[in-house]
């Protein structure tokens, strides 16, 4: 196998690397990206500026189409834009659920008003979404 980038896959990289290094912050060790917990009202706003930030540069969900803010990339590119930015200290936590499994649902299942009315506020991190388990009379295993 050849995991070496296409000159078109080593070009998105210089790209990508070129606007993460005039937007993103440096990182500072420890434990970054999806990993990185928001504990503080300062650093959730953080976080909405950098999902901010990333939605209007398209970066923010690359696969998505681009009617809906992605920019029709391919799985490479999510994965080589993902390795470039695990090189930051940004926190992508909170965003997770909404843009992961709950938004992609809205696109794929929603109705148009849906769509305009979920889809941009959830990718601009101006709404945060979650996940809720719900197991009546059963108890739970998720705790």
Same mark, same amino acid.
Request: glycine share 10%; proline share 7%; net charge negative.
């Given at each position: ?70 920019? *029709?990339?391919?799985?490479i590119q999510n ?34 008003? *849906? ?29």
């Amino acid at each position: 196998m050849d995991f070496e980038d296409t000159p078109e896959e080593a070009d998105f990289r210089a790209e990508v690397r070129a606007w993460l290094a005039k937007t993103a912050p440096a990182f500072s060790g420890g434990v970054g990206g999806l990993m990185r917990s928001v504990r503080s009202p300062e650093e959730l706003a953080k976080a909405k500026q950098w999902q901010a930030q990333k939605a209007e540069a398209r970066y923010a969900k690359i696969m998505w189409p681009k009617e809906y803010g992605g920019m *029709d990339g391919t799985p490479i590119q999510n994965v080589i834009y993902a390795q470039e930015e695990a090189k930051y200290d940004v926190p992508n936590g909170p965003f997770v659920i909404g843009l992961g499994m709950c938004i992609p649902t809205v696109i794929a299942h929603g109705s148009e008003a *849906d769509r305009a009315r979920y889809v941009e506020p959830a990718l601009h991190g101006r709404e945060i979404w979650c996940q809720l388990f719900s197991e009546p009379a059963a108890g739970s295993d998720l705790a």
